[in-house]
């Protein structure tokens, strides 16, 4: 199961791996977790990231001490996506009308300015993958079956 893993961890990572020399930059570093199944929150990322490169910051995640820190955080199950009916349950709060989307401008509003803020980056990322072109909104519970992760 360990090898299985660490096989997993290692395609992944070279996915990321555009000097294919072992090396992934740190910018790319929530983005090849999260591939991974895992969805820690930014202030956890940084946490990890600490840890992965210890006393040594060079701008650059190396496999090696990445592969144990992955491999230990998918055996211990780490991190799990949150589950569909909760996510669910949160955008039916912000949905005030139950009429099963939210607009842009609330969107907006609820992911930059509430918890842990997107970035601009993020946010038009999210715009562009989850608005509906002809109506501008979100449709949250479309939304939500694109996001569930499949455990198997």
Do not use: W
């Not at 360990?2 to 570093?29: G, L, Q, S, W």
């Amino acid at each position: 199961m360990v090898a299985e893993i660490e096989k997993k961890i290692i395609e992944a990572f070279e996915v990321f791996d555009h000097e294919c020399n072992k090396t992934v930059d740190v910018r790319d570093f929530g983005s090849l977790v999260r591939s991974l199944g895992c969805f820690p929150s930014e202030a956890e990322l940084t946490e990890l990231l600490a840890e992965i490169e210890e006393q040594e910051p060079t701008g650059h995640i190396h496999l090696e001490k990445f592969l144990p820190v992955m491999t230990k955080m998918l055996l211990n199950r780490s991190y799990q996506p949150i589950p569909e009916d909760v996510l669910l349950h949160a955008f039916e709060a912000l949905d005030k009308n139950k009429c099963g989307y939210i607009t842009k401008e609330e969107l907006v509003k609820y992911l930059t300015e509430e918890g842990e803020p997107f970035t601009q980056e993020e946010m038009e990322d999210m715009l562009s993958t989850a608005l509906d072109p002809d109506t501008n909104t979100f449709h949250y519970r479309d939304f939500i079956s694109k996001m569930v992760v499949d455990d198997t």
